[in-house]
């Protein structure tokens, strides 16, 4: 099966022509998601002894799985956080693939990690985090926070009474859903600021205050969050900054979806503080226009994080000799093998330089303010909160959860867009609305008035 012969060369001839007509598709099916038992009569068993063969196989996945995908790059793809990967970094994720380079240890992967930390430097720049402050690439966000406050915990254990102490990090209700499952896996407990607007300064102090002497004495982080998941939202970076200072907190930032939005001049201003994190979590391939997965943990010392990741073996020994001396991205996040996420990143800014980026992720932020301009200018609609960043939260008066949920699977099913409901506390009661989040430049005015008008039927 490694050999090279008529066959293969036929597969990789399908299979390019493929990623060809895929990535010049500018408006590419919404999907239709068939049940697993669906799927499975209309392909059968793929994998026996024998092998299906490869035409056979690609068949398949060309004619019918895909077909029961949603590509995450349509325009009126809306829902959740979307992406909108450039051609030109997907191009080179066929590139990374092919190369087949172990990114971990600049031994193996001088040249691929030399690609990396070049947009690494950029993104790093963007934050304004002092001199000395880096990163490295991971699969996601998830990955990125988990790996920033094991980093965190292993510093604060650095305090003989902390070894063995269970951990307690402070974090925003509107926080992401990562930073509950990365707690579980670090066995660390997380108390919530109960708020759907920005953390403050005063509130987290206050919340601070309020703890026990045995909670306080396990408090090691604040996470705040910039550009929540759900509305946009940013914390306030400025003051949370001030009182993890004063406590002697690790100051993390997630800002996996928001980031992107640092390199935005219009916005740029909500961000101010984050340059003052111990930490910070970036997404790539959410609003930085890189393919799945594509995610970035900073450190404003990584020397802490080297301390915390380096892992020690016979057989890894040679990676830390003077004669394989470079950058080893497996010492600072908690994954040995990598691969080298960051490449596709690296050639779409080296391809389209920064000036298209900044461009790509202010029309975001125009669609979302024209779609809340729409919105408001509609009778039947109304705006829930003022549109952040690129998030848009909005109610169709008189409709309850299962008519927004109706009406998602209808527009789904018709091919017409993806927009999904959410939840948003209105005098502390939960509110199913709907919500738009903007990432495709490819989006347009009409596109939106397309989606609008579906909800005056």
Same mark, same amino acid.
């Given at each position: 099966?490694?050999?090279?012969?008529?066959?293969?060369?036929?597969?990789?001839?399908?299979?390019?022509?493929?990623?060809?007509?895929?990535?010049?598709?500018?408006?590419?099916? &919404?999907?239709?998601?068939?049940?697993?038992?669906e &799927?499975?009569?209309?392909?059968?068993?793929?994998?026996?002894?024998?092998?299906?063969?490869?035409?056979?196989?690609?068949?398949?996945?060309?004619?019918?799985?895909?077909?029961?995908?949603?590509?995450?790059?349509?325009?009126?793809?809306?829902?959740?956080?979307?992406?909108?990967?450039?051609r030109?970094?997907?191009?080179?994720?066929?590139?990374?693939?092919?190369?087949?380079?172990?990114?971990?240890?600049?031994?193996?992967?001088?040249?691929?990690?030399? #690609?990396?930390?070049?947009?690494?430097?950029?993104?790093?720049?963007?934050?304004g985090?002092?001199?000395?402050?880096?990163?490295?690439?991971?699969?996601?966000?998830?990955?990125?926070?988990?790996?920033?406050?094991?980093?965190?915990?292993?510093?604060?254990?650095?305090?003989?009474?902390?070894i063995?102490?269970?951990?307690?990090?402070i974090?925003s209700?509107?926080?992401?859903?990562?930073?509950?499952?990365?707690?579980?896996?670090?066995?660390?407990?997380?108390?919530?600021?109960?708020?759907?607007?920005?953390?403050?300064?005063?509130?987290?102090?206050?919340?601070?205050?309020?703890?026990?002497?045995?909670?306080?004495?396990?408090?090691?982080?604040?996470?705040?969050?910039?550009?929540?998941t759900?509305?946009?939202?940013?914390?306030?970076?400025?003051?949370?900054?001030?009182?993890?200072?004063?406590?002697? !907190?690790?100051?993390?930032?997630?800002?996996?979806?928001?980031?992107?939005?640092?390199?935005?001049?219009?916005?740029?201003?909500?961000?101010?503080?984050?340059?003052?994190?111990?930490?910070?979590?970036?997404?790539?391939?959410?609003? &930085?226009?890189?393919?799945?997965?594509?995610?970035?943990?900073?450190?404003?010392?990584?020397?802490?994080a080297?301390?915390?990741?380096?892992?020690?073996?016979?057989?890894?020994?040679?990676?830390?000799?003077?004669?394989?001396?470079?950058?080893?991205?497996?010492?600072?996040?908690?994954?040995?093998?990598?691969?080298?996420?960051?490449?596709? !990143?690296?050639?779409?800014?080296?391809?389209?330089?920064?000036?298209?980026?900044?461009?790509?992720?202010?029309?975001?932020?125009?669609?979302?303010?024209?779609?809340?301009?729409?919105?408001?200018?509609?009778?039947?609609?109304a705006?829930?909160?003022?549109?952040?960043?690129? #998030?848009?939260?909005?109610?169709?008066?008189?409709?309850?959860?299962?008519?927004?949920?109706?009406?998602?699977?209808?527009?789904?099913?018709?091919?017409?867009?993806?927009?999904?409901?959410?939840?948003?506390?209105?005098?502390?009661?939960?509110?199913?609305?709907?919500?738009? #989040?903007?990432?495709?430049?490819?989006?347009?005015?009409?596109?939106?008035?397309?989606?609008?008008?579906?909800?005056?039927?």
């Amino acid at each position: 099966m490694h050999n090279i012969d008529i066959d293969l060369v036929e597969m990789t001839l399908d299979v390019m022509k493929y990623a060809i007509n895929r990535i010049t598709n500018v408006s590419p099916s &919404l999907g239709e998601i068939k049940k697993e038992e669906e &799927l499975f009569a209309l392909v059968g068993e793929t994998i026996t002894p024998e092998g299906i063969g490869g035409e056979k196989a690609f068949e398949l996945f060309r004619d019918i799985l895909v077909k029961s995908t949603v590509p995450i790059d349509h325009p009126r793809h809306l829902a959740f956080v979307p992406a909108s990967p450039t051609r030109a970094a997907v191009m080179f994720d066929l590139v990374t693939s092919a190369s087949s380079i172990h990114g971990a240890y600049w031994m193996e992967g001088a040249g691929g990690i030399f #690609c990396e930390n070049q947009a690494m430097k950029w993104l790093v720049s963007l934050t304004g985090m002092p001199e000395g402050a880096f990163g490295v690439f991971t699969s996601g966000g998830t990955a990125a926070n988990l790996s920033a406050m094991v980093a965190a915990r292993e510093n604060w254990r650095k305090t003989k009474s902390n070894i063995n102490k269970k951990g307690l990090i402070i974090t925003s209700s509107g926080a992401h859903s990562s930073i509950k499952a990365m707690a579980k896996v670090i066995d660390a407990d997380v108390h919530l600021v109960e708020t759907d607007q920005p953390m403050t300064k005063k509130v987290l102090q206050q919340e601070i205050d309020s703890l026990d002497d045995e909670k306080r004495d396990r408090l090691f982080a604040v996470v705040a969050t910039g550009g929540t998941t759900n509305a946009g939202i940013i914390d306030d970076l400025e003051g949370v900054a001030s009182v993890c200072h004063k406590e002697g !907190l690790w100051y993390h930032v997630d800002a996996a979806y928001g980031g992107g939005a640092l390199v935005a001049d219009t916005v740029r201003h909500l961000f101010k503080g984050i340059e003052k994190a111990d930490s910070i979590t970036i997404d790539p391939h959410k609003w &930085l226009f890189s393919p799945y997965d594509c995610g970035a943990i900073l450190y404003k010392d990584p020397s802490l994080a080297l301390e915390a990741h380096s892992q020690e073996g016979s057989y890894l020994d040679i990676f830390k000799d003077e004669g394989a001396s470079g950058f080893n991205p497996a010492d600072y996040q908690i994954q040995l093998t990598r691969r080298l996420r960051g490449m596709p !990143l690296w050639f779409s800014l080296a391809t389209h330089g920064t000036e298209k980026y900044k461009w790509a992720v202010e029309r975001g932020i125009a669609l979302a303010n024209i779609a809340g301009e729409f919105i408001e200018n509609r009778a039947d609609l109304a705006l829930v909160n003022p549109p952040s960043l690129s #998030c848009v939260l909005f109610r169709r008066k008189g409709w309850d959860s299962q008519q927004y949920k109706d009406w998602t699977y209808r527009n789904h099913r018709d091919g017409l867009a993806l927009v999904t409901p959410t939840l948003w506390k209105t005098d502390n009661e939960p509110e199913t609305v709907l919500r738009f #989040c903007f990432i495709n430049p490819d989006t347009t005015e009409d596109d939106i008035t397309l989606i609008l008008d579906t909800l005056s039927d």
